[in-house]
């Protein structure tokens, strides 16, 4: 029996079980450890473990020895933390390793776990509650963990398990990022230990300000609705505070100007004192500071502010010198600074720190938008692209042995190497499933903007011999980015072309990696700029290929801003896009939380204006084109009212369209038969439409 792509997909995960992830290398660069699944199509990860003077791999934790036939058992508070971080995966989705190499930790099936490295021998310790997001202290003596609004740390010996905070009320939560924090800030930490293994940083949040919503299970209506607290735009936000906590639990509050609401970023290193950043509620002003932890004070050292919003990038840091080496928007490109001053010259757009040492910091950087290439800026100047070529590529340092993973446009595969000077390069297996399909995608910088745009036709088609439907297929949006030099990207545009279609995925104004002025052309104007953009791709590809589009039956499809772009597309635009399928699409900004929301389109309360016309719900009286709006029921990122209040105000304006509610169904589709037929009944609707 051939199984659909669309199956195959689901049930690799798109093609990434069995790619080694979450890379670290220890401190002498001797041993490389990464989570890997058996193969391409079991999602319960494993510890591994590489040693680099031999090549030998071997597998340190197995989760499934260790559970048995009891099976992996998932806390609410494990579900919401993974719904954040996107992650589909089961078994060891994290680990941590002490900086003496001897001691790892990690949670599995709510329980703690310890690895002694060296006599590679696993034992679970006591722990109280569902264990979330273990840590161990940088002499490897101690682990933490948040569980049950606590944080408790515990002898790496399982001896002296205790709590060093405590919840006060039901709202209060220790040791946990807060939801804005986890969704829009990429912090999904909430403490951090102290260099010395004596005290750590703690976040403490308080929920009691933010409204309650409410996800109910329509399928299962005995079921309780499940109360959660969703900050909108224009409503309250958790109490967000940081403290000094010893182990004893003597703890002194980090203090701050307030209206610097967001904790964005924390930062604990041996090289000097903490140092956080923290963001306004408008996030056009941010500070980063250094922290006292004895009286709680803290210091400016840099203060900045954008008219539109400032960025977070990676977190700040002290180099061993001393110098605080930070990421942020200067002339016009993201750079590398120190002590403010730029490192990283004009023409390269800064992605992210890879490590940073006495003389020089290695990054994620692009010239070529498409591209993400590992560079070295020296603190004298120089500048050594570490990989060259049309790929996306990160990397892991430790020692001297750094490991680079690599996705390219010329195969589908990841690969992941280990490099160390006095051995010969060498590969850590992938054991991912071979894709059924090689994509054939042609990049090309499209219109006046020169918009990185990729175009797939079906397998074999001849230029020339026909003119196919279109179907656009974008993201879109801010803080999202498509259309990169990796085959395996665009593994599902070229099954969708195949199934008749010209596909064309473009990135517009908005989307990382083009600099300040690119990424802030959206501002007050999600709706109107990237629109203009996608219609602008198609006219692009329509110029270049006039014998091989019909621009005549033009579909879009989209999830998430996707799907907010592809309803927008033939609400607005019907003259331009025939059909359009939008899944899980938000449809009302002032559903939708306040750190994303508000950075792009102000505060509802005093600009409720520019919400109404970044709108889809006005606009439902313009709809003639056919519309299918896709929801999971259970998603509490964007919840189900979105398509709910717009297929409310189609119907009031006696507008034909399509609902599919999805139950028990999140953000995400992993599961095999709903992502399988989800994908087979949006290309029918197409075809149905587009007559491909």
């Not at 034992?123 to 682990?143: C, E, F, N, Y």
């Not at 056009?284 to 400016?300: H, M, N």
């Not at 596909?503 to 007050?524: C, F, M, N, Y």
Request: with cysteine; aromatic share 6%.
């Amino acid at each position: 029996m051939t199984i659909s792509y669309p199956r195959l997909a689901a049930r690799t995960l798109r093609f990434t079980l069995g790619i080694p992830r979450n890379v670290t290398v220890s401190p002498d660069g001797r041993t490389v450890r990464f989570i890997r699944t058996p193969d391409g199509v079991t999602r319960t990860g494993q510890l591994w473990e590489y040693d680099v003077a031999t090549g030998a791999e071997s597998v340190l934790v197995d989760p499934v020895a260790l559970l048995g036939e009891e099976g992996e058992q998932l806390s609410a508070e494990e579900k919401s933390r993974r719904e954040r971080s996107r992650e589909s995966a089961a078994g060891l989705v994290g680990y941590d390793v002490d900086e003496t190499g001897r001691w790892a930790c990690f949670a599995l099936s709510g329980r703690l776990w310890a690895v002694h490295l060296g006599a590679k021998a696993v034992h679970p310790l006591p722990s109280v509650g569902a264990v979330i997001d273990p840590h161990l202290d940088p002499t490897g003596r101690l682990i933490a963990y948040a569980s049950g609004g606590a944080l408790r740390v515990i002898d790496v010996g399982g001896r002296d398990e205790h709590a060093i905070v405590e919840p006060e009320s039901a709202t209060e939560v220790w040791g946990q990022a807060e939801f804005i924090a986890a969704e829009e800030m990429d912090r999904h930490r909430g403490f951090w230990w102290a260099p010395d293994g004596r005290s750590l940083l703690v976040e403490r949040y308080d929920d009691a300000p933010v409204q309650t919503w409410h996800i109910a299970d329509p399928e299962h209506p005995e079921r309780e609705p499940v109360a959660q607290r969703y900050p909108a735009a224009g409503t309250s936000n958790a109490e967000v505070t940081l403290w000094h906590v010893d182990l004893d639990g003597n703890r002194t509050q980090i203090h701050w100007d307030l209206t610097y609401e967001y904790l964005g970023r924390v930062t604990w290193n041996p090289h000097g004192d903490p140092v956080i950043q923290v963001l306004s509620r408008d996030q056009k002003s941010s500070q980063i500071l250094t922290v006292d932890v004895a009286t709680g004070r803290t210091s400016v050292v840099r203060d900045l502010s954008d008219p539109a919003w400032v960025e977070l990038s990676s977190a700040p840091r002290f180099a061993p010198d001393g110098s605080l080496v930070t990421v942020e928007d200067a002339a016009g490109w993201r750079r590398v600074l120190r002590d403010g001053a730029p490192v990283s010259p004009d023409g390269w757009q800064v992605r992210g720190l890879v490590e940073v040492f006495e003389d020089c910091v290695v990054t994620a950087a692009s010239q070529e938008p498409t591209e993400v290439q590992i560079v070295r800026f020296g603190f004298d100047g120089a500048v050594t692209e570490i990989t060259k070529g049309a790929a996306v590529h990160g990397a892991v340092i430790g020692g001297p042995t750094t490991v680079i993973i690599r996705s390219g446009l010329d195969a589908v595969g990841t690969t992941v190497v280990v490099h160390r000077e006095d051995f010969e390069s060498a590969p850590i297996k992938v054991l991912a499933e071979p894709a059924p399909h090689e994509p054939v995608v042609t990049l090309i910088a499209a219109g006046e903007h020169q918009l990185r745009t990729a175009v797939l036709f079906p397998s074999g088609h001849q230029p020339g011999s026909r003119r196919l439907p279109v179907l656009m297929d974008p993201y879109g949006g801010p803080h999202a980015q498509r259309v990169l030099a990796s085959a395996r990207a665009f593994l599902e545009a070229q099954w969708l072309a195949d199934q008749g279609f010209c596909v064309i995925v473009s990135d517009g104004r908005g989307t990382p990696g083009r600099g300040h002025a690119w990424e802030r052309a959206v501002l007050h104007e999600l709706a109107t700029v990237t629109l203009d953009d996608q219609v602008a791709a198609l006219g692009a590809v329509a110029e270049a290929y006039p014998d091989d589009v019909d621009t005549t039956r033009v579909g879009i499809t989209g999830w998430s801003y996707g799907g907010y772009l592809s309803a927008l597309a033939v609400l607005k635009r019907p003259d331009v896009f025939h059909a359009a399928v939008a899944g899980a699409p938000v449809t009302e900004w002032r559903l939708y939380d306040t750190c994303y929301t508000e950075r792009y389109l102000g505060d509802p309360r005093t600009q409720p204006e520019v919400y109404d016309r970044n709108s889809l719900l006005p606009l439902a009286p313009n709809l003639e084109r056919p519309l299918m709006l896709i929801h999971g029921l259970a998603d509490d990122n964007v919840v189900a009212a979105h398509t709910l209040q717009l297929s409310s105000a189609l119907l009031a304006a006696g507008r034909a369209h399509t609902v599919l509610p999805l139950s028990g169904v999140t953000h995400m589709t992993p599961q095999e038969v709903v992502a399988e037929n989800l994908k087979l009944l949006q290309v029918q609707f197409l075809k149905d439409h587009l007559g491909a």
